[in-house]
């Protein structure tokens, strides 16, 4: 089974900008689509972004679109979530997921594969 690890979380101002990356083993993420997910203390677990096997075909929750873009670099092995004109709210756990079917969707309990979680915080 594929293995999952976050990198780049950290403390950003308003405004700033923050590139996660989403680092597999154990299997290509050809094979896999891909999500992101966030959750903050005492609040639901959130969708954030997800993309197809193939890097295209990219979709995002209401709260992000416009301002974060997410990215799948299949020779890398490495799935990325560049973050900008980020604000308080944004603050949270965020996940990387990987699911078996061709395009990621929205749902979280349908997705196969977790990685750890990285923290990012946006101070006001």
């Known amino acids: 089974q594929v293995q999952l690890v976050e990198s780049g979380g950290g403390l950003v101002q308003t405004g700033g900008s923050l590139r996660l990356s989403c680092t597999a083993s154990?299997?290509?993420?050809?094979?896999?689509?891909m999500g992101w997910f966030r959750q903050a203390p005492g609040k639901e677990r959130e969708f954030v972004a997800t993309?197809?096997?193939?890097?295209?075909?990219?979709d995002y929750g209401n709260s992000v679109k416009g301002r974060f873009t997410v990215s799948k670099d299949n020779a890398k092995n490495t799935v990325y979530l560049q973050m900008t004109s980020l604000i308080p709210e944004d603050t949270a756990v965020y996940s990387c997921?990987?699911?078996?079917?061709?395009?990621?969707?929205?749902?979280?309990?349908?997705?196969?594969?977790w990685g750890q979680g990285t923290q990012v915080t946006v101070s006001s």
């Open positions: 997921a990987a699911s078996s079917y061709t395009t990621g969707t929205r749902y979280p309990i349908e997705y196969d594969y």
């Open positions: 154990g299997d290509t993420l050809s094979a896999y689509a």
């Open positions: 993309i197809n096997r193939s890097g295209t075909s990219p």
